[in-house]
């Protein structure tokens, strides 16, 4: 049924109309920032923080609040699928890429008609606010320069047609809002909208903008900052304690608060470690073997309060300086496992026997981990001979390794960091652990012990949580699981285990702390099943000054991080390949934003990660992720993609067979240095 009252609504129909024409406004925007290499590159990392943080603070949100948490799995399918289309199934990439470029700008039609919905809902409930027109608004922009983006080199016809469906979309769902809304299934319809989310990270991640000269990089650096702004001006529009991004926004202030000043305290303490540490702690933990190295990295890390996010910095100085992997490893698990003021605070809410459990299970963990995984693991791309001790001034080592600490570790952790304080915070507001009390306890314990696994939680901040939940009924089994492997794994765990020592021995960690957990839970279940917390705990405690200062703190530096590197480079410390980060130097680059699919271009003389590859190279492993119909590499825009050495260019093409079946056509930049 349409609504009546909608067409003669003026106010209504202005704000749709504004709504369309900002569709149009898209293409006239990229067509003036194609003239010039630094507004291309604006441009290029606006799309980029625009429609990433869409994703991640509109629809997901959106998604979970309609589907549950079965629309966090529909994502990882939308974002996985097409790499693992092109990647290990071997389909053509070309052809599948292209699908999911398909599916996404389907599943952005459908995100413009729930946008049509809301529009005029916002008037069918008499609301006062313009916040939710505002935001309708605001997002289109970057939506149609995104589509515009994506599908302009599929031709005119196409990137238009694309848009026209959208504005279609758009005015069709302000139309049958009142026939619409209520036919619509709210899980089959938030499923939807998570798969397309991770599609659109997929094919997003697919562009990608060389940054090659200074101009240029602050050109990135400034678009990425609008994309921020307006993710900002989003932010600032929710509406209320229901609004799915209001519930996402605020679960995610909460782990910031509760996160800073652990994780400031870790880069203090991380530049310490590089600057001033002597040789002798150092010289303690290579002695004996890997048990015996294990078993000082657990003495170390266990006292120390330092979060999972927090420990990450401290632990890449500690193999920086050429501590073993596997003291390293132990250290790594144990300090956000414990720390006195968790032990403390467990004393009081677990109880005496439930702490002497959690501080033993968290040793042992940290031990045989430590040693089975850590004593295999080998540092990818690290130097054979450890860093020697600080030498010179004890004042200019200070400064130095402060400089080490908020700077070079920042650059390198902050995008994990990120990542894993968001997912916790998509997946908090929209799980309710009390709920699954009901479970029977082995699976209680198997299901503890694997949402512990993504969930970001310190040691403190999941003692009061825990206490309210055996009180309700949790077994011990199942909370001393989620005590196991909520403090010490998430995904700023593994991201930075993968570039450190590969994806193997990420994969390696992620199983022996899940079978450990797992393991002792269903021990403890068998023996000590009367274990019980202190009823009536509440899981939340207020922040004081100190925290939210920290929090700001945090913020800023990350914001810094995030302008030093461009938003590409922030971003593809999340893809990068093993042992590799994405650094830009004046003279050379590389190529990440592949989502791990195996494509990647190298160019001599190119600093990854402060470690330098001389040579030229071309990778295609298999094709994975790449055509140049959609890549940056386009022979129709030389202009935007060509390094300039001193007003020369030079352009070789190469064809490399792959399987006596394809050919693929590259350029070779002959980089002159200037004497």
């Known amino acids: 049924m349409v609504a009546p009252a909608m067409p003669g609504d003026s106010h209504g129909t202005w704000t749709l109309a504004i709504s369309v024409v900002a569709l149009v406004l898209g293409p006239l925007l990229h067509a003036a920032a194609r003239r ?6 604006a441009l290029d990392n606006f799309v980029l923080v625009a429609v990433t943080g ?19 799995l529909a994502l990882l399918a939308g974002l996985a699928g097409p790499a693992i289309a092109e990647g290990p199934l071997r389909l053509a990439a070309r052809g599948t890429h292209r699908a999911a470029l398909t599916l996404a700008i389907l599943g952005m039609a459908l995100h413009a008609f ?32 995104g589509v515009w983006w994506l599908l302009s080199p599929a031709g005119f016809v196409v990137a238009a047609g694309a848009l026209l469906l959208l504005g279609a979309a758009t005015v069709a769902g302000y139309v049958f809002a009142d026939a619409s809304f209520a036919r619509l299934d709210a899980g089959w319809l938030g499923l939807f909208h998570a798969i397309v989310g991770g599609l659109l990270l997929h094919v997003v991640g697919h562009r990608s903008q060389e940054t090659d000269s200074r101009g240029v990089r602050i050109g990135a650096a400034c678009g990425g900052l609008v994309g921020l702004g307006l993710l900002v001006a989003l932010a600032a529009e929710t509406h209320g304690e229901a609004d799915p991004l209001a519930r996402t926004l605020a679960a995610l202030g909460e782990l910031m608060r509760d996160s800073a000043p652990a994780l400031l305290l870790a880069y203090a303490l991380a530049g310490l470690v590089s600057g001033l540490m002597p040789e002798a702690p150092v010289r303690w933990l290579r002695r004996g073997g890997p048990a015996g190295q294990a078993l000082r990295g657990v003495a170390v890390g266990l006292p120390l309060p330092l979060c999972s996010c927090g420990v990450v910095p401290v632990y890449r100085s500690l193999l920086q300086r050429g501590v073993p992997a596997a003291a390293a490893m132990a250290f790594f698990i144990a300090t956000p496992e414990l720390g006195v003021d968790a032990i403390l605070l467990s004393w009081p809410l677990l109880g005496a026997e439930m702490t002497v459990l959690r501080v033993v299970a968290a040793a042992l963990v940290a031990w045989l981990v430590g040693w089975w995984v850590g004593g295999r693991a080998r540092r990818i791309g690290g130097s054979s001979e450890p860093e020697a001790g600080p030498r010179g001034p004890a004042l200019a080592r200070l400064w130095s390794g402060l400089r080490t600490g908020f700077g070079e570790l920042v650059d390198t952790t902050a995008p994990w960091i990120g990542l894993g304080l968001l997912v916790a915070a998509l997946i908090e507001p929209w799980i309710d652990p009390s709920a699954l009390t009901a479970i029977p306890g082995p699976l209680q314990v198997l299901l503890f012990a694997a949402l512990g696994v993504p969930i970001y939680v310190c040691a403190s901040g999941a003692t009061p949580l825990v206490a309210a939940l055996l009180a309700k009924g949790l077994s011990p089994g199942a909370a001393l699981a989620f005590l196991l492997t909520g403090p010490a794994t998430n995904a700023t765990t593994f991201g930075v285990l993968a570039q450190e020592h590969g994806r193997a021995t990420a994969a390696r960690f992620a199983a022996a702390m899940l079978v450990l957990a797992v393991g002792l839970g269903l021990l403890v279940d068998m023996t000590l099943p ?17 925290a939210e200062a920290a929090a700001w703190a945090l913020a800023g530096l990350f914001l810094v991080s995030f302008v030093r590197q461009g938003p590409q480079g922030f971003f593809a410390r999340l893809w990068e390949r093993e042992g590799h980060s994405h650094d ?23 600093s990854h990660g402060g470690r ?12 994975e992720g790449h055509s140049h119909e959609h890549h940056a590499h386009e022979h129709r825009s030389h202009e935007h993609h060509a390094h ?12 490399h067979e792959h399987d006596g079946q394809q050919a693929h056509e590259h350029h070779s930049h002959d980089h002159r240095s200037r004497e």
């Not at 869409?54 to 629309?71: H, K, S």
């Not at 919905?117 to 289109?140: C, F, K, M, R, T």
């Not at 003279?587 to 195996?598: E, F, L, P, T, Y």
Request: include cysteine; charge should be negative.
């Open 644 to 655: 300039e050495h001193d007003g020369q260019q030079a352009h070789e093409h190469h064809s």
């Open 612 to 623: 330098s590859h001389a040579g030229h190279s071309h990778e295609h492993p298999s094709h």
């Open 54 to 72: 869409l994703v991640a603070l509109e629809i997901v949100p959106r998604a979970l609040a309609l589907a549950g948490w079965p629309a966090f």
């Open 584 to 606: 830009h130097g004046d003279a050379g680059h590389s190529h990440g934003g592949h989502g791990g699919c195996g494509h990647e271009h190298s160019h001599g003389h190119c």
């Open 530 to 546: 009367q274990l019980r917390g202190v009823a009536g705990v509440q899981p939340h405690a207020g922040h004081g000054p100190l």
């Open 114 to 145: 729930t946008d049509g919905l809301a529009l005029a809902l916002a008037h069918l409930e008499g609301s006062d606010s313009h916040g939710l027109e505002v935001a309708v608004i605001a997002h289109q922009l970057p939506m149609a320069v």
């Open 36 to 41: 010039e290499r630094v507004t291309m590159a």
